[in-house]
């Protein structure tokens, strides 16, 4: 390995600021910081709208699930209802078909 002179491991020497500029840095730094202040704000409010949507989405959820298991309950209770009359109609209308060919028969 070759050995280093201490010219390759010197850092560029830097310019000797002036009041002006330095001032112009403390604006900059400033502004970024007032500008991460900001988008820090504008997250947390992003963050609260999508926590209040979840909360929403959440009980619109739970209602649709509700009405699905009122119209499963409503469905049923039409098939147990159907299961009866469907029947007795069937047999009203045979008994009267048997009274309007009995009468017409005599």
């Known amino acids: 390995m070759a050995p280093h002179d201490d010219s390759t491991l010197r850092q560029p020497a830097v310019p000797h600021m002036n009041d002006q500029d ?3 840095l403390v604006r900059v730094l400033e502004e970024i910081r007032d500008n991460q202040k900001l988008q820090l704000q504008q997250q947390a409010e992003a963050h ?6 979840s909360e929403r989405n959440e009980r619109i959820q739970d209602r649709a699930e509700q009405i699905q298991n009122k119209s499963a309950q409503l ?3 039409s098939r147990k209802a159907l299961s009866v009359i469907l029947p007795i109609i ?3 209308i045979l008994y009267l078909s048997w009274l309007l060919f009995h009468r017409v028969i005599r």
């Open 48 to 53: 609260a709208i999508a926590q209040k949507q």
């Open 75 to 77: 469905i049923a209770g």
């Open 90 to 92: 069937t047999l009203l």
């Open 22 to 24: 330095f001032q112009h």
